[in-house]
């Protein structure tokens, strides 16, 4: 099925370093949703955008909707151990009936 | 947000059997949805879990093979009919609530089948 190109696909860090990524797509969407997820359990919301060009911060984690409404970003300063996991972006479409569009995920690895 | 649990947490079952998970939500939604998540993948979804109604599948998933239950706002059920080694994934609950907006989801049931 149709899916977001999420990049990059893995990340290695520093403790301390800023992340960023980012979710691009062809289509429109209505809401851009940032979801982390770790082992064994499942996704967590992080951040939900519903309107173009928005910014909104959760902490130290930043994500703006896209203007074109194409595309979203997620930002994370300052990493700490605790934000490894995987981060997946979703889009949703009104007219989708709630059926959201996923990206491929993105692994942060933290380096000791 | 809404508390989902699913029961089992994980199992490992034999081929050819069948397992149900279950997933309560601690509050009334509008919309459920049960996912498959293969190891290291992202999430597909299986299908909308209708209350009072057949679920509505999406292409490659079909009613015989995932029979799906949801006789209240709060409650469905997800059976794995017939299992094969191919089956072993996490299965996945979500939910939307009464005000819409996002999809919240449950911890997952992890499936081994051997």
């Known amino acids: 099925g149709q899916q977001l190109n999420q990049s990059p696909q893995s990340m290695f860090i520093q403790e301390g370093e800023d992340v960023s990524m980012n979710c691009t797509s062809s289509?429109?969407?209505?809401?851009w949703l940032w979801y982390k997820q770790e082992p064994g359990e499942g996704p967590v919301l992080l951040i939900a955008l519903y309107k173009a060009g928005e910014l909104t911060s959760n902490g130290r984690l930043t994500a703006q909707f896209g203007i074109t409404r194409k595309d979203s970003f997620l930002n994370i300063s300052a990493s700490i151990p605790s934000d490894v996991g995987i981060y997946f972006c979703a889009g949703l479409r009104m007219d989708s009936n709630y059926q959201l569009i996923w990206g491929a995920g993105t692994k942060l690895i933290i380096k000791p | 947000s809404a508390v989902i649990s699913q029961k089992p947490s994980r199992d490992i079952c034999q081929r050819g059997t069948s397992l149900t998970i279950q997933c309560q939500v601690d509050s009334q939604v509008t919309m459920m949805f049960w996912y498959r998540q293969q190891p290291g993948q992202s999430l597909t979804l299986i299908a909308t879990?209708?209350?009072?109604?057949?679920?509505?599948?999406e292409s490659g998933f079909v009613i015989d093979k995932f029979p799906i239950s949801r006789p209240n706002l709060t409650f469905s059920t997800l059976t794995v009919s017939n299992m094969s080694p191919e089956d072993s994934s996490i299965y996945l609950c979500?939910?939307?609530?009464?005000?819409?907006?996002?999809?919240?989801f449950g911890p997952g049931t992890r499936l081994t089948v051997l």
């Open positions: 979500s939910v939307v609530g009464l005000g819409g907006g996002t999809q919240y």
């Open positions: 879990a209708n209350q009072g109604s057949e679920a509505t599948y």
């Open positions: 289509s429109i969407f209505n809401t």
